[in-house]
T-cell receptor, first 113, second 114 residues
Framework: GEDVEQSLFLSVREGDSSVINCTYT??????LYWYKQEPGAGLQLLTY?????DMKQDQRLTVLLNKKDKHLSLRIADTQTGDSAIYFC?????????????FGRGTSLIVHP | DSGVTQTPKHLITATGQRVTLRCSPR?????VYWYQQSLDQGLQFLIQ???????AKGNILERFSAQQFPDLHSELNLSSLELGDSALYFC?????????????FGPGTRLTVL
């Protein structure tokens, strides 16, 4: 299997909550990240969580981390059409003294009016 | 705006050709990463440079090479291009090598090989 896995699609109605899940094989990194990619654009850092936390809230975003199960999730409350994008989780993996963020394939979030 | 710039934005070329993609990192960042994004492979790490030296290598083909110059900008050279090399190529930069050094991405170069 892949080092970082995400489901490919999520469809929600405007105003509902969205939950995007990510599982990873291993990480000794201090941080784990969520990035957002809008159509035709680069990846934009959305939020991150310390590996010694199990939850982080940032306005409409809530990140949950279950280190035991190696599971990371991103919850978007009151999802808006402007939240439609691809969301990537990124887990830094150690490689020869560097930490290289390894990305999932991305979850396409589609928000219906 | 992440502060990372990439040129050109779009590139259309033919099979067998060679192209050079350019990246300028955020001011003060020493580390540059190159990624390839395609529909079937997702976002694949290619190579990392830190302060002019290669630090980590990912799934980079032998036909591809990169370098980082003294002013810290980086170039990715793609040669003997094939149809399958058509993809978005992203550059990212970070301040250093630590796992706490966040990566910031450029807008990407879309390469189309005809």
């Amino acid at each position: 299997g892949e080092d970082v896995e995400q489901s490919l699609f999520l469809s929600v109605r405007e105003g509902d909550s969205s939950v995007i899940n990510c599982t990873y094989t291993d990480s000794s990194s201090t941080y784990l990240y969520w990035y957002k990619q809008e159509p035709g654009a680069g990846l934009q850092l959305l939020t991150y969580i310390f590996s010694n936390m199990d939850m982080k809230q940032d306005q409409r975003l809530t990140v949950l981390l279950n280190k035991k199960d190696k599971h990371l999730s991103l919850r978007i409350a009151d999802t808006q059409t402007g939240d439609s994008a691809i969301y990537f989780c990124a887990v830094p993996l150690e490689s020869g003294g560097s930490y290289i963020p390894t990305f999932g394939r991305g979850t396409s979030l589609i928000v219906h009016p | 705006d992440s502060g990372v710039t990439q040129t050109p934005k779009h590139l259309i070329t033919a099979t067998g050709q060679r192209v050079t993609l350019r990246c300028s990192p955020r001011s003060g960042d020493l580390s540059v990463y190159w990624y390839q994004q395609s529909l079937d492979q997702g976002l694949q790490f290619l190579i990392q440079y830190y302060n002019g030296e290669e630090r980590a290598k990912g799934n980079i083909l032998e036909r591809f090479s990169a370098q980082q110059f003294p002013d810290l900008h980086s170039e990715l050279n793609l040669s003997s291009l094939e149809l399958g090399d058509s993809a978005l190529y992203f550059c990212a930069s970070s301040s250093g090598l630590a796992d706490t050094d966040t990566q910031y991405f450029g807008p990407g170069t879309r390469l189309t090989v005809l």
